[in-house]
């Protein structure tokens, strides 16, 4: 069982930064993959950006050069810096954590850009 807990979220104007953080409850070394995805109302949920166990990154088309993924492997957390927030960014962002055998989602945290 993993068990995941997002923070960080909130209101900022278009053109600001925030940063989420991700708790994991065990060690982020046994866990291929690391994921945020986000959901914004009345659409599905979409991937946003992804962190490999042998480190290799992946982000979606709509905020690379603006969002990064990074980890602290001695507190097992999983960040994500999003700067040059637009209003389409907003929705609820979630951490995923993909064993290939199972995955585990925590519960949002909320994002909004205002204009």
């Known amino acids: ?3 995941l807990v997002e923070s960080g979220g909130g209101l900022v104007q ?4 925030l940063r989420l953080s ?4 065990r060690n982020i ?5 690391m994921g945020w995805y986000r959901q914004a109302p009345g ?6 950006a992804q962190i490999f166990a ?7 088309d709509s905020v690379k050069g603006r969002f990064t993924i990074s980890r602290d492997n001695a ?8 700067n040059g927030l637009k209003p389409e960014d907003t929705g609820v962002y979630y951490c995923n954590a993909d064993r290939l055998i199972q995955e585990y989602w925590g519960q949002g945290t909320q994002v909004t850009v205002s204009s």
């Open 75 to 82: 507190k097992n957390t999983i960040f994500l810096q999003m």
């Open 1 to 3: 069982q993993v068990q």
């Open 29 to 33: 070394f046994s866990i291929n993959i």
């Open 43 to 48: 659409k599905q949920r979409e991937l946003v």
């Open 54 to 60: 042998g480190g290799s990154i992946k982000y979606a």
């Open 22 to 25: 991700c708790a994991v409850s």
């Open 14 to 17: 278009a053109g600001g930064s």
